[in-house]
Nanobody, 117 residues
Framework: QVQLVESGGGLVQAGGSLRLSCAAS????????MGWYRQAPGKQRELVAT???????NYADSVKGRFTMSRDNAKNTVYLQMNSLKPEDTAVYYC???????????WGQGTQVTVSS
C-alpha cells in the first residue's frame, strides 16, 4: 500500500507563485513514476507534469516555462513549483504515483489552487 499526502495549495493573485508538495509513504519501493494532474470545474482531468524514476520531467504545453517538477528520492517527495500563475491554472491538483510492478496508480487527496485576477 502507498499513501500520498499533498500540501501547499492556496489562494494567490495572478503572477504569484505556489509550491505543492506530495509525500509518499508505505511501500514506496514499488513506485516508479510520479506526477501531477489537475481538474478544474466542468473540465476533465489534465496531466500537468510527470517524472519517471531516474528520468526527465515532462510538462503540459499550458504550463511549460512556468511550472517545474522536482523529485527528492531520499524524502520520497515530489514538488511542483508553480510560477507566473494565471487564473486558468485554478483547479484541484492531484499528486499520483504509478507502480509498473503492481500496475496500480495511487492518488493524493487533492489540493485546491485558486488564482485570482
Amino acid at each position: 500500500q502507498v499513501q500520498l499526502v499533498e500540501s501547499g495549495g492556496g489562494l494567490v493573485q495572478a503572477g504569484g507563485s505556489l509550491r505543492l508538495s506530495c509525500a509518499a509513504s508505505g511501500n514506496i519501493f514499488s513506485i516508479n513514476t510520479m506526477g501531477w494532474y489537475r481538474q478544474a470545474p466542468g473540465k476533465q482531468r489534465e496531466l500537468v507534469a510527470t517524472s519517471p524514476s531516474g528520468g526527465m520531467s515532462n510538462y503540459a504545453d499550458s504550463v511549460k516555462g512556468r511550472f517545474t517538477m522536482s523529485r527528492d528520492n531520499a524524502k520520497n517527495t515530489v514538488y511542483l513549483q508553480m510560477n507566473s500563475l494565471k487564473p486558468e491554472d485554478t483547479a484541484v491538483y492531484y499528486c499520483y504515483a504509478f507502480s509498473v510492478l503492481s500496475g496500480n496508480t495511487y492518488w493524493g487527496q487533492g489540493t485546491q489552487v485558486t488564482v485570482s485576477s
